[in-house]
């Protein structure tokens, strides 16, 4: 690891973690960037795609790449809530019992096809998802710093599947879809495994300390919203609720996801304070899986990306002359 893996610039860990995970994956810049975005705002992340779109391997490319330790749970119908946080088990050498932790105690979990798990199971997650704390037994144990899930679904898969309940989604700053390669993708892909067919994350360097990350957090924390922008992403989700095609609109959850993110996308181009565009970019994966639509709407085959679609066309947002950026600020 280099010593350049202390940087605590926001923009420097952003680049270092995509030029290290671009080793291996072609294309999913823009998957890399809201995971990275995720990290620097202690959030959570739920990937969607068709099996063999490397959902699993984009995880653990990030972790390697910054550092992170890295656990994945594959989850069936037959996993228990204690098979993710960890029990007590009984060592009858000693005559005591003995704190097993589950795989929730790594910096990085995947929650491989959570949508298997039975709601128990899932809800399994929340406490440690929203508090980065688990309880067992009475005692509530912390999780390491930094925390963050991935959670993989596969759109196409209809048979035992249970659907996230909306608590459960809510949880989940980003729904990010992870498509089939273009041609020219997928012709750099069948090269590189032509080339090189053991490629895989083992290949990744270490190139972000995880207490960078933490500290990177903090410069995003002091990245400027001028207060339009602030109205911006307000209209937006005052617009979902009031949406006639949706019977639930955001939660100020879903409110302070845009707001955090605006300033973590400032941060890693550089920019000290936020913009209109941070906002728009965000806005559809930050509100997609949020959008519950009306029984007409989906009756019509509405999606609630087009619901997302919908509501930033209908909100303008703020020119360049309203923003008060601060004097000091400039474009890097």
Known sequence: MSDGAKSTDPRDVYERIQSEVERVLVG?????????????????????????????????????ASGLSYSRIQLTPDVLPADITGTHIYREATGEFDLQRGPVFANLVVADEINRATPKTQSALLEAMAERTVTLEGETLSLPQPFMVIATQNPIEMEGVFELPEAQRDRFTFKLVVDLPDRADEREVLDRFDADPELGPEDVEQVVDPEA????????????????????????????????DIVHGCSPR???????????????????YAIPDDVKGLAEPTLVHRLIPSTDAELSDVTTADLAADLLDSIEPPGADELDAPASAAEH
């Open 28 to 64: 999913n810049d823009d998957v890399v960037e809201f995971l990275t975005i995720a990290a620097l705002t202690r959030g959570h992340v739920l990937l969607e795609g068709v099996p063999g779109v490397a959902k699993t391997t984009l995880a653990n490319l990030f972790a390697r």
């Open 213 to 244: 990350i933490v500290a990177a957090r903090a410069a995003v924390s002091e990245i400027h919203v001028a207060e339009p922008v602030k109205e911006y992403i307000l209209d937006l989700t005052a617009a979902s609720r009031a949406h006639p």
């Open 254 to 272: 879903a409110t302070l996801a845009l707001l955090d993110g605006a300033k973590a996308r400032a941060a890693i181009h550089g920019r000290s």
